[in-house]
Nanobody
């Protein structure tokens, strides 16, 4: 069982920055992939970024060059640094972790970008 707790969301003006954190309860070494997804009102949840255990990363085209995902195994934490935020980045951001074939989700944190 893995529990994920997100933090760091909030309200920011366009062009600003936020850093989200996702703390995992279990050992990071049992987690294959961790990522961030977001869901805007009335839209489906979409992948924003993910990082595999070996350190490789993937990003949605809409956030490439602006967002950076990283992990700190010593702290069992994954971060999402979000720069040059746009109003279309608004949504609830969810952390997820893949352990084998089981996917775990956090409760989500709201990010609101005002124009």
């Amino acid at each position: 069982q893995v529990q994920l707790v997100e933090s760091g969301g909030g309200l920011v003006q366009a062009g600003g920055s936020l850093r989200l954190s996702c703390a995992a309860s279990g050992s990071m070494f049992s987690i294959n992939i961790m990522g961030w997804h977001r869901q805007a009102p009335g839209k489906q949840r979409e992948l924003v970024a993910r990082i595999i255990s070996a350190g490789g990363t993937n990003y949605a085209d809409s956030v490439k060059g602006r967002f950076d995902i990283s992990r700190d195994n010593a702290k069992n934490t994954v971060y999402l640094q979000m720069n040059s935020l746009k109003p279309e980045d608004t949504g609830v951001y969810y952390c997820d972790a893949l352990v084998g074939s089981i996917q775990y989700w956090g409760q989500g944190t709201q990010v609101t970008v005002s124009s």
